[in-house]
């Protein structure tokens, strides 16, 4: 079992940064691929990214590439999200997810945190 927090949204002009962290409780934190997804008001869940449980395997939607890093840290059973050159469009509830794979579909994920709330203004 793998329980997740997300932090570290608020409230950015276009053109900040934020940094959104997703703490993992659980022994088996390390084992897991874990990735970052959106949910845009009347819209579906998005993926924006992924990290291998190694960290050696990364990848990232289009639309952010370029902008925002994942990384991070199995001795804090922490991953973040580095988002720079934010836009009003990236304004979304933003949810770190737990899985077995290093992959952007949504069904293949076990666990999903409550979600962080990041609003862009222009």
């Known amino acids: 079992q793998v329980q997740l927090v997300e932090s570290g949204g608020g409230l950015v002009q276009a053109g900040g940064s934020l940094r959104l962290s997703c703490a993992a409780s659980?022994?088996?934190?390390?084992?897991?691929?874990m990735g970052w997804f959106r949910q845009a008001p009347g819209q579906e869940r998005e993926f924006v990214a992924v990290?291998?449980?190694?960290?050696?395997?990364?990848d990232y939607a289009d639309s952010v590439k370029g902008r925002f890093t994942i990384s991070r840290d199995n001795a804090k059973n922490t991953v973040f999200l580095q988002m720079n050159s934010l836009k009003p469009e990236d304004t979304a509830v933003y949810y770190c997810?737990?899985?077995?794979?290093?992959?952007?579909?949504?069904?293949?994920?076990?666990?999903w945190g409550q979600g962080t709330q990041v609003t862009v203004s222009s």
């Open positions: 659980g022994r088996t934190f390390s084992s897991y691929a």
């Open positions: 997810a737990a899985g077995r794979l290093v992959v952007a579909s949504m069904s293949l994920y076990d666990y």
């Open positions: 990290i291998s449980w190694s960290g050696g395997r990364i």
